[in-house]
């Protein structure tokens, strides 16, 4: 049996540059709301959901001084998510729980209560975002994988079948989600799209899409493989590559555009919805 992709991940930090983009663009805009909204207590449930490595979605809320709790059904990858955080060295709460339909937190536990592109994966994702307004005080922040996307459509229809087999699609429909979080008192405050880069996302490396795809080119190989192709956001946390934010951010240009977000929906990676829980300003 193949071991899962998140097991890799574990050991090796090069994610490559898409996950390494859309991490940045995610810190981005979670500085935002640290800065206008002063969240100081967090939950990320579940933590899986982005590609690469697990369950450093919240870093950089820690790095604000936010206390961080991490929740997770699969005790191998939390016990290395718990061994990536204290190589960080930063703090965490590291929970492993199996029904993300009932969260053991008290209500009104945290100032943020979100997660970054795990519903589908979940048996019940309609409970788990119930729970995530009901554990909130304030904040709800989700994103989902944005099916309009060329990549999301390469990938469903050609290079990745099978992928599609092993997710409950309906849970990247942002007004299904919206319905449910409506449903239990939630006002939204903002919404659009995040992770807008130059490229599709396929989720997996070029030189892999070229494969798949039955493009044989030692010379586009090379362009997307070899020692000058490694992209690791932990080696930026680390500070050993201090200027990866500035070499990545560049390509943001689509990102950072002045224009409604709805015109970015045919290349934009992912989509977002941002609430206040009914009643907590």
């Excluded at 005790?75 to 718990?82: D, Y």
């Excluded at 009104?108 to 554990?135: H, M, Q």
């Excluded at 586009?220 to 934010?245: I, N, R, V």
Aim: proline share 4%.
């Amino acid at each position: 049996m193949t071991e899962p992709v998140w097991k890799k991940y574990l050991t090796d930090y090069n994610e490559g540059l898409g996950v390494v983009y859309e991490r940045f663009v995610l810190n981005d805009y979670l500085e935002q709301l640290v800065d206008e909204y002063g969240i100081r207590t967090v939950l990320e449930a579940p933590l899986y959901g982005m590609a690469g490595v697990s369950g450093i979605n919240s870093v950089q809320l820690a790095q604000r001084g936010c206390d961080v709790t991490l929740v997770d059904c699969v005790e191998e990858r939390l016990n290395g998510v718990a061994r990536i955080w204290r190589e960080l060295e930063l703090p965490a709460h590291f929970v492993l729980h199996q029904d993300f339909a009932h969260l053991p937190f008290e209500d009104n536990s945290f100032d943020l209560a979100w997660e970054w592109a795990g519903l589908w994966y979940l048996p019940d994702a309609e409970t788990l975002l119930r729970e995530l307004a009901r554990v909130s005080r304030r904040l709800v922040f989700v994103a989902m994988p944005n099916s309009l996307q060329v990549g999301y459509l390469l990938r469903k229809y050609l290079i990745d079948r099978d992928f599609f087999d092993t997710v409950d699609e309906r849970w990247v429909q942002m007004g299904r989600i919206k319905g449910v979080l409506r449903g239990v008192g939630v006002r939204f405050v903002d919404q659009g799209v995040l992770d807008v880069p130059p490229w599709p996302d396929t989720v997996m490396p070029a030189a892999e899409v070229l494969r798949r795809l039955g493009i044989n080119s030692r010379r586009l190989e090379a362009q997307f493989s070899g020692d000058e192709w490694s992209w690791s956001t932990m080696a930026y946390y680390l500070d050993q590559e201090p200027d990866l934010y500035d070499r990545v951010i560049k390509y943001a240009w689509l990102d950072r555009a002045s224009i409604p977000w709805q015109l970015k929906l045919v290349w934009a990676h992912h989509r977002y919805i941002l609430g206040i829980v009914d009643g907590n300003q």
